[in-house]
T-cell receptor
Framework: GESVGLHLPTLSVQEGDNSIINCAYS??????FIWYKQESGKGPQFIID?????DKRQGQRVTVLLNKTVKHLSLQIAATQPGDSAVYFC????????????FGAGTTVTVRA | DAGITQSPRHKVTETGTPVTLRCHQT?????MYWYRQDPGHGLRLIHY???????DKGEVSDGYSVSRSKTEDFLLTLESATSSQTSVYFC????????????FGDGTRLSIL
């Protein structure tokens, strides 16, 4: 079946630098995407979302970019902080009728002091 | 944080025993979901509900059943637990069907010996 996947399982970033987390999706019909952050022992926490009619969306210190041509999604975190250390997942809505999310395996981000 | 409470947070039980996990929400959201999270698989949908007594199967529903008799409660039952059902279980809720984030509880860690 089709699924969402992340390019890299781990990412190490220096504190203060910008982080870029990538995600490739395979379902060209997906029209809604979400980025989640998961800290150890916690549930996934919503970060930002984007619809397929947009290419870019910004939040507080985060930006999501969507390239539908190559089916690629990225999350940019500005001025990465120690509290940003976590696992990041992208999710796509694979069922427009019943709203079902398909999740990738995640990228573990470690922030170096 | 979304008002989602999962109980118990941890449980150890034996193969063949029935197990029920509870998800309670205070947001009055109509849509509720059960996922399991395993290394290498990401989050996978078990069952979901679009309202009281309105439930349906997700991609990994075998061996699980659900019930929703009240808007605020969504129960997941393992009729006869097996070791392959050892996992972390997450409940999620959403206000809308379609464009809108699913918000997660902090999970139940279930070990079946």
């Amino acid at each position: 079946g089709e699924s969402v996947g992340l390019h890299l399982p781990t990412l190490s970033v220096q504190e203060g630098d910008n982080s870029i987390i990538n995600c490739a999706y395979s379902n060209s019909a997906s029209d809604y995407f979400i980025w989640y952050k998961q800290e150890s022992g916690k549930g996934p926490q919503f970060i930002i979302d984007i619809r397929s009619n947009m290419d870019k969306r910004q939040g507080q210190r985060v930006t999501v970019l969507l390239n539908k041509t190559v089916k690629h999604l990225s999350l940019q975190i500005a001025a990465t902080q120690p509290g940003d250390s976590a696992v990041y997942f992208c999710a796509e809505n694979i069922d427009k009728v019943d709203y079902k999310l398909s999740f990738g395996a995640g990228t573990t981000v470690t922030v170096r002091a | 944080d979304a008002g989602i409470t999962q109980s118990p947070r941890h449980k150890v039980t034996e193969t063949g025993t029935p197990v029920t996990l509870r998800c309670h929400q205070t947001e009055n959201h109509r849509y509720m979901y059960w996922y399991r999270q395993d290394p290498g698989h990401g989050l996978r949908l078990i069952h979901y509900s679009y309202g009281v007594k309105d439930t349906d199967k997700g991609e990994v529903s075998d061996g699980y059943s659900v019930s929703r008799s009240k808007t605020e409660d969504f129960l997941l039952t393992l009729e006869s637990a097996t070791s392959s059902q050892t996992s972390v279980y997450f409940c999620a809720i959403s206000e809308s069907k379609g464009y809108g984030a699913q918000h997660f509880g902090d999970g139940t860690r279930l070990s079946i010996l």
